[in-house]
């Protein structure tokens, strides 16, 4: 869910405007960054399985215990709040941080691959959309992104242009993964 964490960041953006955006797009991102991280040592997993006939995102074999799972999410939402209170020493902006790192991992327990509580073995989280229902993940994630646009830019006297390409950018892109 890529547009759709990227789409939490307006709403922070708009609540807290003196948040730099980079602090709110690693604080939305960090999991997927811990994530990409942990597979390139080869402690976490995610492989395309090719030829499989349909969108590479719904045929991956997926391990994401230690950035996805719900027990990790403490310490990562506990980090993102860390690293902003280090970066603004403000408990506005530490508060967003951590809510966006929570937001990330809700998101996608909703529009997402399944997670656990802790490793494969565990209790299943989520509604796994990205392997069972592509169609759902992508109209959640772009429904979130037309939400989050529409937060951001209400009552700020945006033009025509800015207000429809953030939402034709937010709204639109989702819709590549089925293709992909």
């Known amino acids: 869910m890529l547009v759709g964490h990227l789409a939490t960041t307006l709403v922070a953006k708009r609540e807290v405007p003196l948040a730099p955006w980079w602090l709110l797009i690693m604080a939305a991102f960090l999991i997927d960054i811990i ?3 942990l597979v390139g040592l080869g402690i976490e ?3 395309p399985v090719p030829n499989t ?8 074999i997926v391990d994401m215990t230690y950035s996805h799972d719900l027990l990790p999410q403490f310490f990562w939402v506990g980090l993102a709040g860390l690293l902003a209170f280090v970066v ?9 941080a951590m809510l966006l790192a929570l937001a990330h991992w ?3 327990l909703v ?6 509580v802790f490793g494969l073995d565990s ?3 989520g509604t796994d959309w990205y392997h069972e229902n592509l169609v759902a993940a992508v109209l959640f994630e772009a429904g979130l992104g037309v939400a989050c646009v529409h937060w951001f830019v ?6 025509i242009l800015i207000n429809v390409g953030l939402l034709a950018v937010f709204g639109m892109i989702p819709f590549t993964l089925l293709v992909a």
Not at 53 to 60: K, T, V
Not at 88 to 96: A, C, F, Q
Not at 154 to 159: A, D, M, V
């Open 111 to 116: 529009s997402g691959y399944g997670h656990f």
């Open 53 to 60: 006939g349909g969108p590479i995102m719904s045929s991956a």
């Open 45 to 47: 997993q995610m492989k």
């Open 154 to 159: 209400r009552n700020q006297g945006y033009s």
């Open 106 to 108: 809700l998101g996608d």
């Open 88 to 96: 603004t020493g403000n408990k506005k902006i530490v508060l967003v």
């Open 123 to 125: 209790t299943a989280l």
């Open 35 to 37: 994530m990409f991280i």
